[in-house]
Each structure stands twice: as C-alpha cells, then as structure tokens.
Nanobody, 119 residues
Framework: VQLQASGGGLVQAGGSLRLSCAAA????????MGWYRQAPGEQRELVAT???????NYADAVKGRFTISRDNAKNTVYLQMNSLKQEDTGVYYC??????????????WGQGTQVTVSS
C-alpha cells in the first residue's frame, strides 16, 4: 500500500476527528499531499492540500474548521477536522504528488476512510 489512511469514523455534529495518511518510504520527492472527499452521488472534491514547504490550500467549505499539517520526516499528512457538519460526511481520500528520477509527476491515492457526521 503506497498511502495508508486512518482516523475516520462516526461523530456527532460539532465534534472532531483527526485523519492521518502515511506514505510508503519507497515514495521519494513528495511535493504536495492532501485530502479529497467524495459524498454519495457526488464527485470527488478537494478538501485541503499542503506542499513540502508548508503552503496550504483549503476548500471554502472547510476554512476555519479544518487544519492540514505534515511531517516530512515521516512522509505523513494529517487533517484535523473540528466543528464537523453533516455535509462533511463522505469518504476521505489521501493524495500525494511526487516526482521520480526522470522528473515525471506521479499521483498516488490512498484507499479512502469513511467519515460520518450524525445530527
């Protein structure tokens, strides 16, 4: 498994969850890591990304509630989700963008972790 995600679950509205995603050590030169989500019947959408230098980008829907962070030494990205809403429900996918020795861009996806927010 190239990307291993964990931390999903069931939480009440207003609660918090923390997602983690560890990239395999065999993946080198990771540039951007991030999280996307997909609700039932919807397309996958960006949640947040972070570059190797720490620059972050958030979807408007999660700004002020979610925080993405990264441990480059561990090849791991985190998503702290606070003040969760029912509309945050979905499968959350970890993503990593890396470059190989030929400077070719490679896109990796994790297996997805379910986040369910109840009323």
């Amino acid at each position: 498994v190239q990307l291993q995600a964990s931390g999903g679950g069931l939480v009440q509205a207003g609660g918090s969850l923390r997602l983690s995603c560890a990239a395999a050590r065999t993946i080198f030169s990771i540039d951007r890591m991030g999280w996307y989500r997909q609700a039932p019947g919807e397309q996958r959408e960006l949640v947040a990304t972070i570059t190797s230098g720490g620059s972050t980008n958030y979807a408007d829907a999660v700004k002020g509630r979610f925080t993405i962070s990264r441990d480059n030494a561990k090849n791991t990205v985190y998503l702290q989700m606070n003040s969760l809403k029912q509309e945050d429900t979905g499968v959350y996918y970890c993503n990593a963008v890396a470059y190989n020795s030929r400077d070719q861009r490679i896109n990796y996806w994790g297996q997805g972790t379910q986040v369910t927010v109840s009323s």
